[in-house]
């Protein structure tokens, strides 16, 4: 089974259709069973007002595919041929890499937020039995590696130092931010976050212009200020002096020629505009108007790469590498696990065959010497097990681990719907170091104790 992510997002659609879609899904109790009942095995589907995105362990790629994304084209009503223009699909290792980031943060509106662990904290238990094994282990390691990147980074600082290195550039550009106006496009978190930072800076008049005028009054009025909507911004881009602007729109909000007619009536005053969108929300060409300073997030990355926020967003990213590799490792040694358990397995019905027929034969043969036969018998099985047995799982990290056990299962004729868990063999020998060396490797342990993404299950479930 393969990792499968098919999402909508504020990266990849307009507003209003990522809307459609997320009142579409709704209760995704609904959503879960019908993609079980499709071609997919697992199913976590992830809804916030950011984003929806279905997680599905699969056997097929197109099958995969195919059957979210018509769920997601049916439930919303918007024809499958408009919808998939928005969609974005990640596979196998790509859709681990995107579900860790999004767990750190990175991939918000607002770099390094936490509020996501949460929401894939819920997503992750209503999807209930709909999350098997492999879904399992990818969300509660999720879940641990967001833990890890707020705890061991400062990354929880990125998106305030965005906005405050934003606003120092709009400093000296306009001056002091003390009684300036300000005008702030976008209604969303980052919007939210960069009105708190002005207030603190004690501004002026704030104004907050979004497509949505109810979320513009909302945010507003949160502010000490008011809200208006965009069909009237040239007139509040003549009035204020900072323009900060975060919609999550796909296409450019404020154009360049709304900007010159605003200039145009500006009498000469100087104006600052901080893009904080991706995409960008404000045309590249504005700067090149008088009187213009036009900051974008281009340009606050490379201010904060050398910061302590840069390097905090940077150790996520090699948080996230780690884990996606030691994720990859085990889902590898998830896949052979059956193939060594069905060996076994049939090892231990031959010799419980043999051992029960040399009963019928020998019906005298005391218990001590029934018992030394019994032991030699196991003993020589296991041994003659030993290497292959253990080969299958070392060979696990190389692409062909899956050959090798692909022919294992053909040479011994094994049940390809053997138990995916690795349990203690019946063959087990007390007292043999090399072989129980081999059934920790077989259960995927480097040491006597419980592994670290096992503690940390434990402690998220607790947590």
């Known amino acids: 089974m393969s990792v499968l992510v098919v999402g909508i997002s504020h990266r990849s659609a307009p507003v209003s259709l990522l809307e459609e879609v997320t009142v579409a899904i709704g209760d995704t109790g609904g959503v879960l069973s019908e993609l079980k009942a499709g071609a997919v095995s697992e199913a976590v589907v992830l ?42 699909v990640h596979w196998e290792g790509q859709a681990v890499v995107h579900l860790f980031q999004v767990a750190c943060g990175l991939d918000s509106m607002v770099v390094g937020e936490s509020q996501i662990l949460g929401q894939l904290r819920r997503a992750y238990g209503a999807a209930g039995d709909t999350a098997g094994q492999v879904l399992h282990e990818l969300f509660q390691t999720a879940l641990r590696v967001g833990k890890r990147a707020h705890s061991e980074t400062g990354i929880d600082a990125a998106g305030q130092s965005l906005v405050s290195v934003g606003l120092e550039h709009a400093v ?29 800076a004690e501004v002026g008049d704030i ?4 497509r949505t005028a109810a979320n513009a009054a909302r945010l507003a009025a949160s502010l000490g200020g008011r809200g208006a909507g965009l069909d009237a911004l040239v007139d509040e881009l003549v009035a204020a002096d900072v323009v900060v602007t975060s919609t999550g729109a796909t296409g450019l ?9 605003a200039v145009a009536r500006r009498g000469g005053r100087p104006l600052a505009i901080l893009d904080l969108a991706l995409p960008r929300d404000v045309d590249p060409l504005v700067r090149t108007l008088p009187g213009v300073t036009l900051v974008d997030l281009e340009a606050l990355q490379t201010a904060l790469a050398g ?18 590799g030691a994720f990859l490792t085990w ?11 069905a060996l076994r397995s049939k090892a231990d019905e031959v010799v419980a065959a043999e051992l029960a027929r040399l009963t019928a034969r020998m019906p ?17 099985v296991k041994n003659l097990l030993h290497t292959p047995t253990v080969r299958v799982k070392e060979l696990t990290e190389a692409p062909v ?3 090798y056990a692909e022919a294992l299962r053909e040479l011994f004729g094994l049940d390809r719907a053997a138990p995916a868990a690795v349990t203690a063999s019946p063959l087990t020998l007390e007292g043999d170091a090399a072989l129980q060396d081999e059934e920790r490797l077989l259960r995927g342990d480097d040491s006597t104790d419980r592994s670290s993404t096992e503690q940390a299950h434990a402690s998220e479930a607790t947590g």
């Open 364 to 380: 005298d043969l005391g218990d001590h010497e029934r018992a030394e036969v019994e032991q030699t018998v196991r003993r020589v």
């Open 253 to 261: 909000v404020v154009h360049r020629e709304a900007v010159a007619e």
């Open 401 to 403: 681990g899956l050959s």
């Open 47 to 88: 809804s916030t007002c950011n984003r929806v995105e279905v997680y599905a362990s699969t056997e097929g790629f197109h099958s995969g595919v195919d059957a979210i994304t018509d769920l997601l084209a049916r439930r919303s009503g918007v024809p499958l041929e408009e919808l998939s223009k928005h969609l974005y």
């Open 207 to 210: 104004v907050v212009a979004n």
């Open 331 to 341: 889902q590898q040694s998830a896949r052979v696990a059956p193939t060594v358990v």
């Open 172 to 200: 000296r550009s306009v001056g002091e931010l003390e009684g300036r106006s300000i005008l702030i496009i976008g209604a969303g978190s980052m919007g939210a976050l960069a009105g708190a930072t002005l207030r603190r």
């Open 307 to 324: 910061t302590e926020a840069g390097a905090g967003v940077e150790a996520a990213r090699e948080i996230v590498g780690d884990e996606v």
